[in-house]
């Protein structure tokens, strides 16, 4: 009976070993995973030039990401208020003084980096902290910030929520009851979904009784909707200790000094949480954090591709109003228009990064122009209409010294405008798409088309081109020879 106990304990134990290598495997591949789709993000960024003109930061920062997964680097910031010790949480953690501390109102101005070795007396309670699990050479950095109410507050808090986005756990240090703003940091500060432990510094300064009633009055009120009680922890990062010294008289005397960090219990819980999901956290909040520089990345890039795409589309416009007004000929007004929306398609396709053939561009041009339905019929309606009086009036010109130029011109603008009006709706209607990825979407091309009609101010779009047609034909060369 003991033999089988035995041997179903060994096989229980087998499995425990089993699951958690399991754990360990399932662990790396998602970090590896995570690297190789930063890794991608930032190598495959289709910027040109000119569109990362503006974006260094952001490409700075996304390199950044890439470096941290490459080298396993935990990042781990302390905000609070003024006074509430974050700089000597930190030391204590370092076990030396790096970052400064003093009496001064806001010491730390900046935010400081720096890096935490662990030490193999950093083994707490049995708990292996040298080389964190699956982590070969692992890197934690400490990161300091500017107290979140000094002067200038503002402009700091905001250099401190940048960090926190970026961090992987934060350290938010009190020192008593909390107050109105630090509940309010602490509330943004959770918004970042990042892990938090709040830290009650400072323990050393209240009798045992009262401190207790500080941090149940935190743990049950403050913060009972933002953590946990697992997450806070009691400290004492610099305390006072009072020592008996004696003088040349023989006299006692007593003296306050700073004592050894009362620390450990801070320690224990930040180095239970690496050892437990520290790979998971870094590979979860680079991705978050990359993710959302990718989308300031990619909102610039769309906007300086709308811009551009906008001025062709004008250009576009203006070209075939020109092209349609100046040719008395029908047959040709329709296919010169055709040729100069093919023109623009090919042309957006290219300025979007989307390899497209005059075939597809063709096959586009149709799609859209069924979809449109209203705009293409009253185009090809009145340029039938259109042309062939704008021819008669041409012919008329020299038989009438002149006269029949104002009806000539006015049929010309009018039929350049319309003309104009379809090419600015389909460019509008292919920026869409080209925009999506070269793709409708679920509503399809008809639903796509219809909406940007209906957006579309036709009647102001068609003034604006009549009124710039008609400043061009004026000044036209062909125009003045005529008359």
């Excluded at 076990?95 to 193999?120: C, M, R, S, Y």
């Amino acid at each position: 009976m003991s033999e089988a106990s035995d041997h179903n304990s060994w096989n229980f134990q087998d499995l425990d070993e089993a699951l958690m290598s399991f754990d360990d495997i399932q662990e790396q591949l998602n970090y590896q995973q995570a690297q190789d789709s930063l890794s991608n993000l930032v190598h495959h960024l289709d910027l040109t030039p000119h569109e990362k003109i503006g974006l260094e930061n952001e490409l700075k920062n996304l390199t950044e990401m890439l470096e941290k997964l490459e080298h396993s680097l935990v990042q781990i910031a302390a905000f609070g208020m003024v006074g509430r010790g974050k700089s000597s949480v930190l030391n204590g953690l370092l076990g030396e003084n790096i970052f400064k501390t003093g009496p001064l109102h806001g010491v730390t101005q900046t935010t400081d980096t720096v890096a935490w070795k662990l030490q193999q007396d950093d083994n707490i309670q049995g708990l292996q902290t040298v080389a964190l699990s699956g982590w070969g050479q692992s890197q934690i950095e400490l990161i300091d910030t500017p107290g979140i109410d000094e002067v200038d507050g503002q402009t700091r808090e905001i250099l401190a929520h940048h960090t926190a986005r970026q961090v992987d756990l934060i350290l938010f240090v009190i020192s008593g009851d909390m107050t109105k703003v630090e509940f309010e940091a602490l509330s943004q500060l959770r918004e970042a979904g990042k892990p938090i432990i709040l830290v009650f510094n400072k323990i050393d300064q209240y009798p045992e009784t009262d401190r207790l009633v500080i941090y149940e009055k935190i743990r049950d009120e403050r913060v009972k909707e933002l953590l946990s009680p697992d997450e806070i922890v009691m400290i004492a990062a610099s305390p006072l200790v009072t020592e008996m010294t004696q003088d040349d008289q023989g006299n006692l005397r007593q003296q306050k000094k700073r004592g050894k960090p009362q620390i450990e219990a801070l320690k224990l819980k930040i180095l239970e949480i690496l050892h437990r999901e520290g790979k998971s956290l870094v590979a979860l909040n680079t991705l978050l954090y990359a993710d959302e520089v990718n989308e300031q990345i990619v909102a610039r890039k769309l906007e300086i591709r709308e811009k551009a795409a906008n001025q062709l589309i004008q250009k576009a416009v203006m070209l075939k109003a020109m092209a349609i007004a100046l040719n008395p000929v029908t047959v040709v007004d329709l296919f010169t228009g055709a040729v100069v929306d093919v023109a623009m398609i090919l042309t957006l396709s290219r300025l979007y990064g989307i390899a497209m053939t005059q075939q597809a561009a063709i096959a586009l041009l149709q799609k859209i122009g069924v979809s449109m339905g209203g705009i293409s019929a009253s185009e090809f309606l009145t340029s039938l209409g259109l042309s062939s009086l704008k021819g008669m009036l041409g012919l008329m010109i020299p038989t009438t010294a002149g006269f029949s130029l104002l009806p000539y011109l006015s049929i010309a603008i009018t039929q350049g405008g319309v003309a104009g009006v379809s090419c600015y709706a389909i460019g509008q209607v292919t920026k869409r798409y080209l925009g999506n990825g070269a793709a409708w979407g679920p509503e399809g091309p008809k639903t796509v088309v219809q909406r940007i009609l209906l957006s579309l101010d036709k009647t102001s779009i068609l003034n604006r081109i009549k009124w710039e047609l008609g400043a061009k034909l004026k000044r036209d060369k062909d125009f003045k020879a005529m008359r």
